[in-house]
């Protein structure tokens, strides 16, 4: 609950916040839609969906991403083996019909009759190649982590993928979530360049790519699961929020993501608009890479936990629409320990830590972030750096984009010593403990503790649910005493929509044209 007090401080402050964003709306909103008016405006109707993203694909290469709303655009062409549903909470099938866990081997059996875009059938060389195109660092993917277990790929018959794995591995579902099948066929057609030419099994094909502008798909009539309601799909990146939301009172866009709080009653008010919400999964989260300095220190990275108010934040920015993080994840996390709690906001003891770190005179640091990736992420970092002053630390803000960012010259190369992120969707706390904190997997964070590896290894190998969770809750336990990261929040997902489209809300930032329909 937010005491009256503090809901008359939080009010004033976002007033005089809103009068900035409307003055500012009011004044630039011609010449930040000019670069974006084309002819697919005014698009609303049951043969195309207009979507305005903050986020797109920066290249055609399915496996060079590593990040939930690309993977919603890329779902529309290609398919996983399985995917998770939220509402019942078990893994179900897509390509894979079913599945059986053998100690060190996953035997999976593919659905039949399902074809290509190509008219090529699926088979389990079709897996295999876009498992190894996944495991292809050098040619820049990001998802080879996900099969760093996997020792050996099996194919004893067209229909019948059998993965071999190290040791016994309980959460390879988890693994393939978000893993795509590409046609092996199309891959041999066009060699080198196959990947500017996706085929897939997907509800639409691929027709066309603008990188920073448009990614266009077109229905596949011959679906395996029957034809999607809506024709084509285009999905234009439109970072600045002022230009999302115009485009979508204008009729220009049918579709929108990340709808600032603030906007939320404009929007409700407005007579052909809707405003959809649902609680997310993803975690947001300030990460230190503990191979640059000053961030080698624990005692820096405590004074970090120390400086930063994060239930502040999600009251006064997002208007109490979150859920600050207690612990290394969220109590909706399978691994959480309700147990653990946050470190407090506490500017005197970050000081004193710093001192015994050496940095009794204070301490310099750089906090990286790609605007307009999340909501109100300049905001956020803005209030970050405030709040860290206080415990001593003097922060200067670096944005990047996205694809700089999040490549090798960025985060995935280990070349960001702090930076504002987020995680998901997050089922299982696994996911994240190996992505970013076991020995060698990444280089996003390069933290190192032999005891942390012991326990992550052993959960993945445990059977007996209750004893994974306790594992995992021993390896919260030291990420909270270590803290390479700062666990911040969970925000509800918002979306502005035309109120004659239809669709089907994901917790995990997906949209896809195939839960779409025009009332």
Not at 402 to 430: C, H, M, T
Request: a positive charge; aromatic letters at 12%; hydrophobic letters at 40%.
């Amino acid at each position: 609950m937010i005491g009256e007090e503090d809901r008359m401080s939080k009010k004033t402050a976002l007033t005089s916040r809103r009068d900035f964003l409307k003055t500012s709306a009011t004044l630039s909103v011609g010449s930040i839609m000019a670069p974006y008016i084309h002819r697919y405006a005014f698009a609303a109707s049951r043969d195309r969906v207009t979507i305005y993203h903050s986020t797109l694909a920066d290249n055609v290469n399915p496996y060079n991403q590593s990040s939930s709303p690309i993977y919603g655009n890329w779902e529309h062409v290609i398919e996983p083996l399985v995917e998770f549903d939220y509402a019942k909470k078990v893994w179900i099938g897509v390509l894979a019909e079913s599945w059986e866990f053998q100690g060190n081997r996953w035997l999976f059996k593919l659905r039949k009759e399902i074809k290509f875009h190509n008219g090529a059938p699926l088979t389990s060389k079709d897996v295999v190649f876009s498992v190894e195109k996944m495991r292809d660092e050098k040619a820049g993917s990001l998802q080879s982590s996900n099969f760093k277990e996997v020792t050996e790929i099996q194919t004893p018959d067209d229909e019948t993928v059998i993965f071999v794995t190290k040791q016994p591995l309980a959460i390879f579902l988890d693994r393939l979530s978000n893993r795509f099948i590409s046609s092996k066929v199309a891959a041999d057609k066009y060699g080198d360049q196959w990947f500017q030419n996706p085929i897939g099994t997907g509800p639409y094909k691929f027709v066309s790519f603008q990188r920073g502008g448009n990614l266009v798909f077109t229905r596949n009539d011959d679906y395996w699961r029957g034809k999607a309601a809506i024709k084509e799909i285009v999905i234009r990146k439109v970072t600045e929020d002022a230009a999302r939301l115009a485009a979508l009172e204008a009729g220009q866009a049918d579709f929108i993501n990340a709808v600032p709080v603030h906007e939320v009653p404009r929007l409700q008010r407005h007579p052909r608009i809707r405003v959809d919400s649902i609680q997310a999964l993803h975690m947001y989260f300030l990460m230190m890479n503990v191979a640059h300095k000053p961030f080698d220190n624990k005692l820096v990275r405590q004074a970090v936990n120390y400086s930063v108010d994060a239930p502040a934040i999600v009251r006064n920015i997002f208007d109490g629409i979150g859920h600050p993080v207690n612990g290394p994840v969220a109590s909706s996390i399978i691994g959480s320990d309700p147990k653990l709690r946050r470190y407090p906001y506490d500017p005197k003891k970050a000081k004193q830590l710093l001192a015994q770190a050496g940095y009794a005179e204070g301490c310099d640091v750089q906090l990286y972030y790609s605007t307009g990736r999340y909501p109100k992420d300049r905001e956020v970092c803005q209030a970050i750096a405030a709040q860290m002053a206080k415990g001593g630390f003097k922060v200067e803000l670096i944005s990047q984009e996205w694809a700089l960012f999040w490549g090798s010259e960025g985060v995935n190369g280990g070349k960001l010593p702090f930076y504002y992120n987020n995680r998901g969707p997050l089922i299982d706390a696994d996911t994240f403990y190996d992505q970013y904190f076991r020995t060698g997997t990444t280089k996003r964070c390069n933290y190192s503790n032999p005891e942390f590896d012991k326990l992550n290894e052993e959960e993945q190998k445990a059977g007996d649910s209750m004893k994974r969770v306790a594992l995992l809750q021993q390896a919260g336990r030291i990420l909270m005493e270590d803290v390479p990261f700062v666990p911040l929040y969970h925000l509800s997902n918002i979306y502005g929509v035309a109120k004659n489209l239809a669709w089907k809300m994901k917790p995990d930032e997906k949209i896809l044209g195939w839960d779409m329909k025009i009332l």
